[in-house]
């Protein structure tokens, strides 16, 4: 039992116990029993998206693998938790947050007497309350989201190969990708369809995002926008195509994007032992990306807000408050390193805001063989070129961090790709490049710190991104 009052602390110790395979698995079956009605394992768990609210809560979800006692087959199950520095505050937020269609699971008792089962439980050694998927008090949408029933027939109404082409649904089923408790969830649809003119039937996804909020009319009127301008862009870039629209549960579908996430080919490419024809094959995604997000950034529509440097420097302003109270020295060096970076800011010319991305990360970059498409335009934004490029540039960064022995190579390939944009995009300068990659070197750091600083790795990590940081900005002082 945790004894101390400081709830910082004690959140710590309750992300450090997430780590803790034997414990957690003992935890997360005793809530399983409670609320699951057929009699399953937990063999093994996943934490899948973690964030921290510093001396609040962790909001996080776990990807259960189950095995069933009785027959050995083994599945994925979803739970979505939240923990607090104490019982009593677990025990009053869930009092605040259930109703009746979500009953809680019992502590104690037979199986017998906790029927029916419930979707929400406490876990009183981590003052966890855990959900079974797709129970969630804010995002209520998800259970519409999720019966198949349902979104066969928005599916058969409106899908283009149903609607236009004679295609019937016959199976669907759906898993969560990407869910944040009480914000948003994506899902995978996977459809099976027949046709009364072709034997063999055919599968495709589709994929679903359950939003808490209205945000969901701008998100698919923006689906639309890019979508209209990467079929306009003669295959430089693809985009997900809409599909439907719905109000009640905020939900909007769109199209597959073909490809394999770059992330998964830099990784394939860069290992220990790359010869020098993956190395050039990387290369050539690489010019690849390049001439995609050059070709995006010349779509002149205003979506999104205006970020600025001024913007993005002061963003992280709160961030950098919370690492204080943490890490104080690490605190001080971003402090001076962004102190220069806001001066030398002023030295340098800025480009005009155009439409950006907002997350060009290596997940949302797909790669077909040669083609590119880009997904996830949840946080598109007017700002300057150079934002996106150094975005995708300090993912490049903090893989290498993260795998020294790749880090040479990295190197290298970073390199290639700064090039690689800047000789399509003669208008963006060098040294305001690199001065945008400082900035989100350090804003990287200021973003990671409250999933991962419990770690003692983490430091070591932050280490390198603000050094990197340094050198760029070095870079951006340095004559053309």
Known sequence: M????????????????????????????????????????????EVDYCKIKPWRDVSLTLALTLRSISTGERRRQIVAGSIWSTVDEARKQLQSSVDGAHPIA?????????????????VP?????????????????????????????????HLPDCRNEGWRIRDLQHEPLHYKPGRLCTLRYTLTLDHPRHPNSKQLHVFGKVYRDDRWQQAYATLTTIWEASMASAGRWYAARPIAAV????????????????????GDLT????????????ERHLDAVAQALQSMQQVHVPLGPCLDFAGLLGAQRHNLEYLREVHEGVAAELDRLRTEIERLASTLPASALGLAHGDFAHGNVLLDDERVGIIDFDRVCQAEPAYDVAYFLTHLTSF?????RRAVVLSRLAAHFREAYLAVAPAVSSR????????????????????????????????????????RLDHARSAQ
């Open 2 to 45: 945790i004894r101390t009052l400081d709830p910082a602390a004690v959140l710590t110790r309750r992300l450090e116990q997430l780590h803790d395979a034997d414990y957690m698995r003992t935890v997360l079956q005793h809530a399983l029993d409670r609320l699951l009605p057929r009699v399953e394992l937990v063999e093994a768990y």
């Open 106 to 122: 019992p502590c104690h008792g037979s199986l017998e007497e906790q029927r029916p089962r419930a979707q929400v439980a406490l």
């Open 125 to 157: 050694d981590m003052a966890m309350i855990l959900r079974l998927f797709p129970s969630d008090p804010v995002l209520t949408g998800l259970s519409w989201a999720t019966d198949r029933t349902g979104m066969t027939a928005l599916l058969d109404a």
């Open 247 to 266: 109000a009640s549960p905020r939900l909007t579908v769109q199209s597959a994007v073909d490809g394999c996430r770059f992330r998964q080919v830099l």
């Open 271 to 282: 290992r220990d032992d790359a010869d020098s024809d993956e190395l050039a094959r990387m």
């Open 400 to 404: 290498g961090l993260r795998h020294p």
């Open 432 to 471: 305001r490049l690199a001065l945008y990659e400082a900035l989100d070197l350090s804003a990287y750091v200021l973003r990671n710190f409250r999933k991962q600083s419990h770690q003692a790795k983490w430091l070591r990590w932050a280490a390198g991104q603000i050094e990197s940081a340094w050198e």
